[in-house]
């Protein structure tokens, strides 16, 4: 005699599905640069002009009583920072507003200020996509710097090493910045001994550090492991101003062309659609004025550590 019983395909649709009411998602990250860098006041203007000293006076002794004493002067040049665009628009149809269980645009607005703090960090850093506008980058203008070869003390805080290339144009390594993979290697370190030199035990968080400089690894995407695994330098020397600071405005009106083609992908009243338009503008330079130690500012207070096989 067969036993019935409700079987679970038979009564699937009167079974809920269970919707978790928190996305799971990382917290968004921000820019390393403008974090450790020098922030100058808001630009009133497209371009600032930032007056630097170019050229220091000299000191000579007198020989004798009635000698003739030599003269010096002292220059000031001007560093110009220029204000770039960043901006994005995200459509969305409005019916998928409405339908959301989610703020979809309280969603993305986090995400797009993550997005620009990576295009800023990798711009500035490394010239990744780097506005015309804007002076080169970092790792270019410390070509000089680079050093090359594995993650090791002599590398690291030896001479020639990283810190020393800093040091040598007269400036004190404030921070270092490295890929999240650096981390490995750092751990790796031994002493003369066979102990780890970043870490005391196994069961408590590594604290990284060089000579007393925290060092930071950036997980917001912007820093570029094919062109370095570790820079360090006196960030407080690069600086940024805002021109315009994150400006959101939701666009209801009006078309969106393919930048390519220019041909119009949506138009957003015929299609019932809105737009997030997110824009900001801002400004870096590495003014690098004139030291004792840099008297013809060729030197700069950045140095790059790359892997052996890694080109510049």
Do not use: H
Not at 92 to 107: K, Q, R, T, W, Y
Not at 239 to 248: A, C, F, K
């Amino acid at each position: 005699m067969a036993i019935d019983a409700i079987a679970r395909n038979k009564a699937e649709a009167l079974i809920r599905e269970q919707l978790v009411n928190t996305i799971q998602q990382d917290v968004p990250k921000s820019s390393i640069v403008m974090q450790l860098g020098t922030r100058l006041a808001n630009m009133t203007s497209n371009q600032t002009k930032i007056p630097v000293l170019s050229m220091l006076p000299l000191a000579y002794w007198v020989n004798g009583d009635t000698g003739m004493k030599k003269t010096s002067k002292q220059e000031w040049d001007n560093v110009y920072m220029t204000a770039a665009e960043l901006a994005v628009i995200v459509p969305v149809p409005e019916a998928v507003l409405a339908d959301s269980s989610f703020d979809i645009m309280g969603e993305v607005q986090p995400r797009v200020r993550e997005a620009m703090g990576a295009k800023i960090d990798n711009a500035i850093l490394f010239g990744g996509d780097r506005p015309t506008e804007w002076t080169t980058d970092v790792l270019t203008l410390a070509a000089k710097n680079k050093v090359t070869g594995p993650i090791d003390y002599t590398k690291l805080l030896g001479k020639d090493g990283l810190f020393s290339k800093v040091e040598a144009g007269g400036f004190g390594v404030d921070a270092v910045v490295g890929d999240l993979t650096a981390k490995a290697e750092l751990r790796g370190l031994l002493d003369t001994n066979g102990r780890p030199l970043f870490r005391s035990d196994m069961q408590g968080a590594t604290t990284y550090a060089l000579d007393g400089a925290p060092m930071y690894f950036p997980e917001n995407g912007g820093f570029d492991a094919s062109k370095a695994q570790l820079i360090a330098g006196n960030f407080k020397k690069l600086v940024y101003s805002i021109r315009q600071d994150v400006t959101v405005k939701l666009l209801d009106q009006g078309v969106i062309q393919d930048p390519s083609t220019k041909e119009i992908v949506y138009n957003l009243a015929q299609q019932d659609m809105v737009a997030l338009r997110v824009v900001m503008r801002m400004g870096w330079a590495l003014p690098n004025p004139a030291t004792r130690m840099n008297a013809d500012r060729s030197k700069v207070p950045f140095a790059f550590l790359t892997a052996a096989a890694v080109a510049a």
